[in-house]
């Protein structure tokens, strides 16, 4: 089981992915911005990190480089669907950049997110 803190300012899309990677056997916490993602690894241990990146309070980019100078064994998978000022990929490729170890853009499937998860925990047997 893998222990995973989900970010994302979308209430809906933030339910959808809690919803499917507990389903995949994974303890999953939430935050609705950067801000209550800090505060969460700073209450309890995560093995990874799921984050977007265009977020109120405190975007994706930034939270992505504190987790990476206090935390630096959590994983991190970046997302974005792009902003009025950037796409997508330049986001994304930002994110890498400063420490995401990998990166989706959105939309993206169920299958592709496990595949991603497993890339980065590939002795975890509870993902399908």
Same mark, same amino acid.
């Given at each position: 089981?893998?222990?995973?803190?989900?970010?994302?300012?979308?209430?809906?899309?933030?339910?959808? $992915? !809690?919803?499917?990677?507990?389903?995949?056997?994974? !303890?999953?916490?939430?935050?609705?911005?950067? =801000?209550?993602? $800090?505060?969460?690894?700073? *209450?309890?241990?995560?093995?990874?990190?799921?984050?977007?990146?265009?977020?109120?309070?405190?975007?994706?980019?930034?939270?992505?480089?504190?987790? !990476? &100078? !206090?935390?630096?064994?959590?994983?991190?998978?970046?997302?974005?669907?792009?902003?009025?000022?950037?796409? &997508?990929? %330049? @986001? %994304?490729? $930002? &994110? *890498? *950049?400063?420490?995401?170890? $990998?990166? =989706?853009?959105?939309?993206?499937?169920?299958?592709?997110?496990? &595949?991603?998860?497993?890339? =980065?925990?590939?002795?975890?047997? @509870?993902?399908?």
């Amino acid at each position: 089981m893998i222990k995973i803190l989900v970010v994302d300012d979308d209430d809906i899309f933030r339910g959808l $992915l !809690k919803d499917s990677l507990t389903q995949s056997g994974n !303890k999953i916490v939430t935050a609705q911005d950067g =801000l209550r993602a $800090l505060r969460e690894l700073e *209450k309890q241990r995560f093995d990874m990190v799921i984050t977007d990146i265009v977020m109120p309070e405190k975007e994706g980019i930034e939270v992505i480089r504190e987790i !990476k &100078a !206090k935390y630096p064994d959590v994983k991190i998978i970046a997302m974005s669907g792009g902003s009025p000022f950037l796409h &997508a990929e %330049l @986001n %994304l490729k $930002l &994110a *890498k *950049k400063v420490g995401a170890d $990998l990166a =989706l853009q959105k939309p993206f499937m169920q299958n592709e997110l496990i &595949a991603s998860i497993n890339q =980065l925990f590939p002795n975890n047997s @509870n993902n399908n």
